[in-house]
C-alpha cells in the first residue's frame, strides 16, 4: 500500500510539475493511489473559429494524462458559450449565434485532435447534452449556491463595487461549467489560472449532488504576440495553429525578446537555448512551432519566404490574385483594401496616410485615394508587411 501511494505522489508530482495550483493539496495523489484510471475534464467554449497557442498549452498537460493511461473529457461548451465567460471581463460578452458556435465547435474538436491522441482515451462531450435541461433541475441546480459565493467571485465583485451591470445570465456561468463536472463524472479539471474560480465552482457543486469532488489543476496563461495581455483572438495577439504556415512563423518572430522564455517553457517544454541570441532563438522557436502544426517541410519554405520578403526584400513567390472589374473606372483604394484584406475603411485610410500600402514595393503617396484599374493590372498591392494581393482587372 506504501509502495503505490509514494508511486501516486511521484506520478502528482511529474502531472504537476508546470502548474500553478495544484487544489486541494494532496488530492491528485489520493486520486491516483485509486490505481483507476481517471476521468480528466478540460472545457473549451467555442466562442471563436480557431485554437490558438494558447489553448495548447492546456491541451498539453491533458495529453500528459492521457499518456499516463487516463480517459481526458474534452466537453465543447456550445451551450454555456451562449451565456459567455465572464472571467477577467469588465462587461458582458457579446452574444454569438447558434450558427456561429456550432461552427466554432467542429473546428475546436478537428484542432485539438492535433495535439490530443485521437484513441479510446478521448472522450468529446458538448454541454447541451445535459444543460438543455427542465426548469424544474435548473431551479434543483441553483439552489446549490448563494449570491453571495458569486459575488466571491474577483471580475464580479468588481463590476459590483463600481456600480457596474452583471447580467443574471452571467451570474449563472460558472454555475453551470460547474455542473458540468457533475455530469461528467470528473475526477479531475483543468484550466488557466482565470478559470480557478469556475473549477471551485466545479467542486462545491458536486459536493452537493453527493458526487465525489473533483481535484484541480490550473497553467500559467501564455501571453499573446503582444507580450502584455493573455492570447485571445478579440484581442487580434493571437496565433492560431492551423494559420498558413508563413504566418505563424512571421507572428512568432515578432514576439518581445521577454516572451521568449515563457514560449519556450510553456509550448516546447524547453528552455531558451543559452548559446543563441533574441533573434536566432525566435527563429528556432517559430520553426519548432510551425514544425509541430505544418511539419519540417513547411517550416522551411516558411523560413526561407520569410528571408526572401524581409531580409532580401523580394517579394513572396506565391501571391494570392484578386480580380477588378474593368467597368469600375477608377478604384478607391479604402473600398478595395478593406474587401481584400479585411477591416474598415478608416483603418484601411490610416495605412495609406502611413505609407503602410505599396504597389510593387513602392509606397503610395499620402493623399492618393483613387488610381485607375488599369493602372493595378498585374500589380502587386501590399498592405503592412505580410499581407500581399496580385491584382488582375477583368
Known sequence: MEDRATEAARTAAHLARNAVDDLPRGALAEKLASGRPLRVKLGLDPTAADVHLGHTVVLQKLREFQDAGHTVVLIIGDYTAR????????????VLSGEEIEAHARTYVEQAG????????????????????????????????????????????????????????????????????????ADVELGGTDQTFNLLMGRAIQAAYGRPQQSI????????????????????????????????YGKTLSIPDAS????????????????????????????????????????AEAE?????????????????EATVPAAVGDVHLPEL???????????????????????DGEPLASGVLDVPASDLDGRVLQVGKRRFRRIRVA
Open 217 to 248: 489543476l490550473t497553467v500559467p496563461l501564455l501571453a499573446g504576440t503582444d507580450g502584455v495581455q493573455k492570447m485571445s483572438k478579440s484581442l487580434g495577439n493571437q496565433v492560431g495553429i492551423t494559420e498558413p504556415p508563413g504566418d505563424m
Open 304 to 320: 526561407a519566404a520569410f528571408d526572401r520578403v524581409f531580409v532580401s526584400h523580394e517579394l513572396p513567390e506565391d501571391i494570392e
Open 114 to 185: 492535433k495535439v490530443l491522441a485521437e484513441d479510446e482515451r478521448l472522450e468529446v462531450r458538448f454541454n447541451s447534452e445535459w444543460l438543455d435541461m427542465p426548469m424544474e433541475e435548473l431551479f434543483r441546480l441553483v439552489r446549490t449556491v448563494t449570491v453571495a459565493q458569486i459575488l466571491e467571485r474577483d471580475d464580479f465583485s468588481k463590476r459590483w463595487a463600481a456600480s457596474e451591470p452583471i447580467s443574471m445570465l452571467e451570474l449563472l456561468y460558472p454555475v453551470l461549467q460547474g455542473y458540468d463536472s457533475v455530469a461528467v463524472r
Open 337 to 359: 483594401i478593406a474587401s481584400l484584406f479585411g477591416g474598415s475603411r478608416s483603418e484601411a485610410r490610416r495605412h495609406l496616410s502611413s505609407g503602410a500600402v505599396k504597389l
Open 260 to 299: 521568449l522564455e515563457p514560449w519556450y517553457d510553456l509550448l516546447l517544454g524547453a528552455p531558451v537555448p543559452a548559446d543563441a541570441g533574441p533573434r536566432d532563438a525566435k527563429r528556432a522557436l517559430a520553426r519548432a512551432l510551425v514544425t509541430r502544426f505544418h511539419g519540417s517541410e513547411a517550416a
Open 83 to 94: 451565456v459567455g465567460d465572464p472571467s477577467g471581463r469588465s462587461a458582458t460578452r457579446p
